[in-house]
């Protein structure tokens, strides 16, 4: 093990290992790749709940929304409108899946 002495503010030797900088970059790698991890399994976990919402109110969009145009939230402001016409599942579905 290779050491350097440098000199604390105390005055006392301080010794160094080349060792230390793989053990931080390890460290740090470990760190982002479950961070990364955790990332992906957030947006999977919000995408498999839109999927789901999608198929609880396509009956209900077909037949309460069928000429509202996808996008800016023109669909899901159409489903509020008629929300007392909705079905159980869409309504649930609503309900657990607030605008943005």
Known sequence: MV???GTAASGSAVSFSRR???YVRAALAAASLIALLV????QASAQDARSEAKQACK???SRLCA???P???RIRKCLGDN??????AC???VDANPPK
């Open 3 to 5: 050491q350097r002495f």
């Open 20 to 22: 230390a900088p793989v």
């Open 39 to 42: 990332l992906f399994l957030s």
């Open 59 to 61: 009956a209900d969009y």
């Open 67 to 69: 000429g509202t145009m």
């Open 71 to 73: 996008g800016g939230g």
């Open 83 to 88: 929300y007392a016409s909705l079905s159980a």
């Open 91 to 93: 309504k649930q579905a």
